[in-house]
């Protein structure tokens, strides 16, 4: 584990960070040159990945070196102007030690839509991840971008970018990594129960009242609760496919028949003008 005495070394951190690239690349979280990278590899220093450059094509030596404040230090590219929202993470919570940055489509489908991941569907995002709130719309590369982030960065794990995509961080890069996959994996799972089946059994209180304590004994201290169920939906009875098939053939007769009750109406309304 590194923290703020046990830096990542350079040579380790350049590497990992193309390997996430290319998972990130490889899994379609980003296209052609979207997204970023950043990684901090000393008190005053942070490693990240370079402007104008697909994520699944790097190389070690293409990455750029800054410190705090933003400013180069070695590196004959130029960190993506995006970097700033990096930074005033790092900033806000001096526990960070990697941020993330991609446009997943599911999760930022649900920023276009101004939908917040706030429900308490699984226990692995509940501990792991927790609520995903959305920061305003930001012009990109702008001041505003970091502005709007800012009230998220200590008390959450991710954040969704109104009509952007999504920013994730941790206590490595792996962590902060991880943690993409999983808001994506959340979302996902979020669009199929909410928009495809149309039901969800959200968590109880109690349960993610308990989620929550194991968080805690994990040393994860941020991340928020989701919106539970104050009752425990999920200890059955349970609803057979076949009942739901069957619901569902029983709602599309009726609207047949409402459909030809209608023709037939304006048929004979319309035989007696």
Partial sequence: ???????????????QICDIGKRMYNRGYVAANDGNISVRIGR????????????????????VKLNMKGERRSGTRKASSEIKMHLRVYKENPEVMAVTHAHPPIATSFAIAGIELDKALLPEAVVMLGTVPIAPYA??????????????????????????????WGSDLIEAYYRM???EHYAAIMMYTSNIIGKSNELSCGQVERLIEIRKNLGITSGGKPVCSIEEKNKGPFISSSSMNQESMTQEKEVLLRSIAEKVTATVLNSNR
């Fill in 1 to 15: 584990m590194y923290n703020r005495t046990n830096y990542m070394p350079e040579f380790m951190a350049r590497k």
């Fill in 44 to 63: 005053d220093t942070i490693l990240c990945t370079p402007t104008g450059v697909s994520k699944g094509f790097m190389t070690p030596d293409m990455l």
């Fill in 139 to 168: 012009t990109p590369g702008t001041e505003e971008v970091p502005e709007s982030i800012a009230p998220y960065c200590k008390d959450h794990n991710a954040v969704l970018l109104a009509n952007h995509g999504a920013l994730t």
């Fill in 181 to 183: 996959e999983s808001l």
